[in-house]
């Protein structure tokens, strides 16, 4: 399904594929890119400055590469490999379509509204594309994104007029008695620093049943999951409530008693865009236990040259306990037996089988760093290794609700393959900090 486009980009590519379509023809031969043309200007004044930067999207770092002779093939007629974005349609560059070319959608100013998780604006933890920019890709794509020729406005690149886009709007509570609201008041990230916290905030004194989940987010922001606490934790790592806890102290080292609280975590929810909201099928819902809290967990990546505010907020919209015909659970399923030798890509696989029958309908991934791929199929039944989910992005990997729910009996389940790739010289394992490894399975089912 081709998402919509803002109003103003709309117009413009109607005339522009009419006007430029004479230009789209001829292609140079594969792997090779011209010194000249739109394409070279917009990788070179415009991909490789704002996005080939800090080890993002060039060789080696795990992304596509926006550098180099190989960026044209890479993007124009690609599938990408998030999973959301290849299920609606969308290529990474779809010729004389920018409305179905992913890339267009991740360099649009955070404030625009998409309708399903394409993950981050880009560039991330940086200021957007000016208008202009964003106008010359818009031209050429709809050019038919030939890879030589000049078929976009060059005085766009030189325009510094901001992206329009409306101000940061916090987000509206739910109307009393159809949810509850939970906030991350507004906080600094300093220059060139990433800054990660937890709040743990009381729900309700009853239970709830949550069937909608709604996050929004000010812009740079890298992720905003949300945790329940395993019931068994000890009472010492319970967190106290309303209270900012940093994950790193002062002086950059890992803050030890969040760390220890980690390990109790239960997956709720989670979002890595600053707008994003699903819903489960009818009269499935999440149960919040009356009296409990919700850990909330938000990230901000800052590598301008000034302070940023970073604010979250997430609404859960509730049903009545008669509406619900199903009580959901989430899946928090992870291997820890990860070993990983210096220098060495390894692929590490593990089944998870259900005693049940269970019925799953969202899906997500979680590793660290050196996670480069992971896939998860199909374990047992007429669908036995069949790959339902794939990432490729250790740091927003793809949310998916599954267009058809997956029904699995006892025995049958799901199995997680993970590359890693460890570059370092020191052996990786599993564990909490950074520098450690996971490869977590996370979803909704009933």
Avoid at 217 to 230: A, E, K, N
Avoid at 245 to 251: G, T
Avoid at 295 to 315: K, R
């Amino acid at each position: 399904m081709p998402l919509a486009l803002p109003p103003l980009r709309a117009s413009a590519i109607a005339a522009l594929a009419a006007a430029l379509a004479a230009c789209a023809g001829g292609d140079a031969p594969s792997g090779t890119v011209t010194v000249d043309g739109s394409f070279a200007r917009l990788q070179n004044e415009v991909l490789v400055p704002s996005c080939a930067t800090g080890g993002c999207h060039v060789s080696g770092s795990g992304q596509v590469v926006l550098s180099g002779p190989a960026a044209y093939d890479g993007l124009v007629n690609a599938l990408p490999t998030h999973t959301a974005a290849r299920l609606a349609g969308l290529k990474r560059v779809a010729p004389g379509r920018p409305d179905s070319s992913l890339l267009y959608h991740r360099l649009l100013a955070p404030t625009h509204r998409l309708p399903i998780d394409l993950g981050p604006v880009m560039p991330e933890g940086r200021a957007p594309l000016t208008a202009g920019q964003v106008e010359f890709l818009v031209q050429w794509i709809a050019a038919g994104a030939p890879r030589r020729g000049e078929v976009a406005d060059a005085a766009l690149l030189t325009d510094r007029t901001p992206q329009s886009a409306a101000a940061f709007q916090p987000l509206e509570a739910p109307a009393a008695g159809s949810g509850i609201q939970l906030r991350v008041e507004p906080f600094t990230v300093a220059p060139h620093f990433e800054r990660e916290l937890f709040v743990h905030r009381r729900v309700a004194p009853t239970d709830l049943y949550v069937r909608r989940i709604h996050f929004r987010m000010r812009p740079s922001s890298h992720h905003f999951v949300i945790y329940g606490l395993d019931p068994l934790i000890p009472s010492q790592f319970v967190p106290p409530w309303d209270t900012v806890r940093d994950i790193r102290n002062a002086d950059g080292t890992m803050n030890l008693t969040n760390m220890l609280t980690m390990g109790y975590h239960v997956f709720f929810g989670g979002a890595m865009q600053p707008e994003f909201a699903y819903e489960f099928p009818a009269g499935v819902a999440l149960r919040i236990p009356g009296g409990t809290g919700l850990d909330l967990n938000v990230h901000y990546a800052n590598h301008g040259d000034a302070p940023i505010t970073g604010e979250a907020a997430v609404n859960l919209h509730t049903i009545p306990v008669g509406q619900v015909t199903k009580v959901a659970r989430t899946i928090n399923w992870g291997n820890q037996s990860i070993t990983l030798q210096p220098g060495q890509r390894t692929t590490i696989e593990k089944a998870f089988t259900v005693t049940d029958s269970t019925t799953i309908f969202a899906l997500t991934s979680h590793t660290h760093r050196l996670g480069e791929r992971f896939l998860i199929r199909i374990v047992g039944g007429a669908r036995n290794g069949e790959t339902i989910y794939e990432s490729t992005d250790w740091e927003h990997p793809a949310f998916l609700i599954l267009p058809h729910p997956l029904r699995l009996g006892p025995g049958e389940g799901l199995r997680s393959v993970v590359t890693y790739n460890n570059a370092t010289g020191t052996v990786v394992r599993f564990g909490l900090q950074s520098t450690d490894e996971m490869g977590i399975i996370f979803g909704y089912a009933y």
